[in-house]
T-cell receptor, first 113, second 112 residues
Framework: QKEVEQDPGPLSVPEGAIVSLNCTYS??????FMWYRQYSRKGPELLMY????GNKEDGRFTAQVDKSSKYISLFIRDSQPSDSATYLC?????????????FGKGTLLTVNP | SQTIHQWPATLVQPVGSPLSLECTVE??????LYWYRQAAGRGLQLLFY??????ISSEVPQNLSASRPQDRQFILSSKKLLLSDSGFYLC???????????FGQGTRLTVV
């Protein structure tokens, strides 16, 4: 079983839709959870960063973590064409000397005007 | 504020030629530094990370090597490129092991 699973899509929605993006993971040592947005031919940029289970909101974006189910989500409300990008979840192990982020494969999202 | 620079943005190299990609970070000291490769449909693969000058950890055996000659400089190299080395290479940094990482704009390498 891979450490992080993310449906690569592609996902196509109309403007104004609510988008749900998800990742599952297998290693309970992951304690830090991030979502990155990557536009075509650009480096990923950090969208959301959370540590605990529950919800974290930032404008139209909400990150949700359920550690008991090993399931994380990113919700986008009132989606805009400018949200069209690849979204990657990233998880970080909290212990030892493991500094590396483990990424999902990314979900390609297209928001149609 | 902190910034990360990565160059070149694109590179076309023949098989068997050497490679040198450079990454520098400004505005912070003693960052953790990372090299990732992103292939279509395969996500981000960690190649190397470094927690200090001269300290390099390799995640996967391959045709590449990394060096950190200065605190905020990270170099990805190859002596002889293979076709399979083509991809999108990303440099990243973070301050401590438990904080988010910030990425450069990437280098798209095509080996022909």
């Amino acid at each position: 079983q891979k450490e992080v699973e993310q449906d690569p899509g592609p996902l196509s929605v109309p403007e104004g839709a609510i988008v749900s993006l998800n990742c599952t993971y297998s290693n309970s040592a992951f304690q830090y959870f991030m979502w990155y947005r990557q536009y075509s031919r650009k480096g990923p940029e950090l969208l959301m960063y959370t540590y605990s289970s529950g919800n974290k909101e930032d404008g139209r974006f909400t990150a949700q973590v359920d550690k008991s189910s090993k399931y994380i989500s990113l919700f986008i409300r009132d989606s805009q064409p400018s949200d069209s990008a690849t979204y990657l979840c990233a998880l970080l192990n909290s212990g030892g000397s493991n500094y590396k982020l483990t990424f999902g494969k990314g979900t390609l999202l297209t928001v149609n005007p | 504020s902190q910034t990360i620079h990565q160059w070149p943005a694109t590179l076309v190299q023949p098989v068997g030629s050497p490679l040198s990609l450079e990454c520098t970070v400004e505005g912070t000291s003693n960052p953790n530094l990372y090299w990732y490769r992103q292939a279509a449909g395969r996500g981000l693969q960690l190649l190397f990370y470094s927690v200090g000058i001269g300290q390099i950890s390799s995640e996967v055996p391959q045709n590449l090597s990394a060096s950190r000659p200065q605190d905020r400089q990270f170099i990805l190299s190859s002596k002889k490129l293979l076709l399979s080395d083509s991809g999108f290479y990303l440099c990243a940094w973070n301050r401590q092991r438990n904080t988010e990482a910030f990425f450069g704009q990437g280098t798209r390498l095509t080996v022909v």
